[in-house]
């Protein structure tokens, strides 16, 4: 099973932009056939925030759809998540996650963004 570990995250003004990173080991990313955004904010639920698949096909949730962009780097097995105009309600702690490892109850730690003035 691939191991995923997020960083990139921080405090930034509302506006601002930040670039989360997902580096993977023990398996290409190519070979996955889906790689996930998630965010969890306090007292919400988790939620899906953008989709990658194998043919790069890409999708958001429409609370971020033309502010966040996800891509995949092959060089470095690694995600990306570019974040721009960032709002408050972007507040949150952002995971990546694949399905083979939510259906097996696997997140890693997170990153923190906190967007606020």
């Known amino acids: 099973q691939v191991q995923l570990v997020e960083s990139g995250g921080g405090l930034v003004q509302p506006g601002g932009s930040l670039r989360l990173s997902c580096a993977a080991s023990g398996r290409s990313i190519f070979s996955i056939n889906v790689l996930k955004w998630y965010r969890q904010a306090p007292g919400m639920q988790r939620e899906r925030v953008a989709i990658i698949t194998n043919y790069g096909n890409t999708e958001y949730a429409d609370s971020v759809k033309g502010r966040f962009t996800i891509s995949r780097d092959s060089a470095k097995n690694t995600v990306y998540l570019q974040m721009n105009s960032l709002k408050p309600e972007d507040t949150a702690v952002y995971y990546c996650?694949?399905?083979?490892?939510?259906?097996?109850?696997?997140w890693g730690q997170g990153t923190q963004v906190t967007v606020s003035s």
């Open positions: 996650n694949t399905p083979l490892r939510e259906t097996s109850g696997a």
